[in-house]
C-alpha cells in the first residue's frame, strides 16, 4: 500500500509523519504522473482556492474530479470534496461553507465526539479547527462519523472521508487508520 500526499499547499509533511507512524508508506504528489500506483489521495488543508488553481494548472483538477481515487481530504481538502458556492468535486455529498467560524483568529480546538461503532468503541478525539469550514448538511451516500456538539465534522463516502479539522496536527493517528482501512 501506499498513499500520495498532494503536495501542492498547506500541511503536507504532518501527514507523511502521521502514516509514517501507522506504517505506510507515502509519496508526493504534485503531476498527474505521480498518481500511477497509489492506494489513495490525501488532500490536506490550506486554501481552497489556491489548491484549486493549483490543482487545476498541474493536470490533476480533472483526473481527481473523477472520484475514482480515494480521497481523504482535510479542512480545505474536505471543502473540494464536497459542494459549496465556488467550484468542487462534489464527490462527498455535504454542502459545505467555508470560514463558518470566521477568521484565523477565531480558530480552536475542541473534542469531538467519534461515532463508536466505527471506531470500535472509542469516542473522543481532540479537534483542531483553524479557519474551518462547516459541513452545513448531507445527503445520498454519505455517513456521518464525527460530531462538534450538534454539527457534522466528519464523513465517509464510499472510500472517501472529509474532515473539517486537521487530525494530522494531533498525536493520534485514529482517523488516518480508519481512512486506510476503508481503502485496503
Ligand atoms: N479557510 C480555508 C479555506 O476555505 C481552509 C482552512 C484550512 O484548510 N485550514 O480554504
Redesign the pocket.
Known sequence: MEIGILALQ??VSEHHMTFRRCGVATRDVRLPKDLNGINGLVM????????RKLLKNSGLWNKLKKGIIPILG??????LLGNCDDDTFGIVDINIL??AYGRQID?FESEIALKTDEFDGVSKFPGV?????QIQNTFGKCKAIAHLENEIVGVKHGKHMALTF?PELTDSNLLHEKWISGIK
Open positions: 498547506g500541511s490536506p488543508g490550506g486554501e481552497s482556492t489556491t489548491l482535510t479542512c480545505a481538502g474536505a471543502v467555508r470560514n480558530s479547527f483553524i479557519r474551518a469550514p486537521h
